[in-house]
Structures are given as structure tokens and as C-alpha cells.
């Protein structure tokens, strides 16, 4: 199977952006494809999923604040993220599933393909 690379991490302050972006093989459009987070000690968390039809679920901590979004003719999933908090600070990773996303979105063992992750810090 493909990778999953993410890329845009980066270091920024509180109230500032930052977009990632997931580069994926051309297949995967047809995947439920998310973003998830892991911080220091805790675990992995499910930030946003977005369906092969464009149908799109966020965690209450980052409504209103990200926006997770897809171009199927750049094969790249995105995550665009404004007002960052410190709270906001962890690894984020790009997921993947050869199925439509359900209401097990926000399961990390939904997914099998995993990127390596890209560290976000914000500073207070």
C-alpha cells in the first residue's frame, strides 16, 4: 500500500494558522481519510474525517477552527487550522480506510494506513 506523507507542521503562536497537508496515492480518493493528534502522555486523538463523497465530521475542540478538506486531482488531503491554542500543540497524523467513514470515525483502530506525522506546537 502507498504512503501517507504529511507536511506543514510547524511552530507558531497562540491565534496563529497553519495548514497541513497529506500527500496520498491517487486510489485513496475513493478512502475515509482523517486527521488525528497525539500529544506528550496522551492518547491518539481524532481531530476531523472526510468521506470519498465529501461528507465531513469534526471534534467539538476544533469546530469552527479547522477545516478539513480534500483535492482528489492533487491526491492531498488537508487541514486547514486557525485561532491555534496551546492546547493545540501535539503530532498530527494523516489516516486512512479502504471504507466509507462511519460511526467509528474517531477510532484510530478504524483506520489501517497511518502517516508518519507532523509536529504542531503553539506557544502561549
Known amino acids: 500500500q502507498g504512503q501517507l506523507v504529511e507536511s506543514g507542521g510547524g511552530s507558531v503562536q497562540s491565534g496563529g494558522s497553519l495548514r497541513l497537508s497529506c500527500a496520498a496515492p491517487?486510489?485513496?480518493?475513493?478512502?475515509?481519510m482523517g486527521w488525528f493528534r497525539q500529544a506528550p502522555g496522551k492518547e491518539r486523538e481524532a481531530v476531523a474525517v472526510?468521506?470519498?463523497?465529501?461528507?465531513?465530521s469534526y471534534a467539538d475542540s476544533v469546530k469552527g477552527r479547522f477545516t478539513i478538506s480534500r483535492d482528489n486531482a492533487k491526491n492531498t488531503l488537508y487541514l486547514q487550522m486557525n485561532s491555534l491554542k496551546p492546547d493545540d500543540t501535539a503530532m498530527y497524523y494523516c489516516?486512512?480506510?479502504?471504507?466509507?467513514?462511519?460511526?467509528?470515525?474517531?477510532?484510530?483502530?478504524?483506520?489501517?494506513?497511518w502517516g508518519q506525522g507532523t509536529q504542531v506546537t503553539v506557544s502561549s
Open positions: 489516516a486512512a480506510e479502504d471504507d466509507y467513514c462511519s460511526g467509528s470515525w474517531s477510532l484510530a483502530g478504524f483506520y489501517n494506513f
Open positions: 491517487e486510489y485513496y480518493n475513493d478512502y475515509c
Open positions: 472526510i468521506d470519498s463523497d465529501g461528507s465531513i
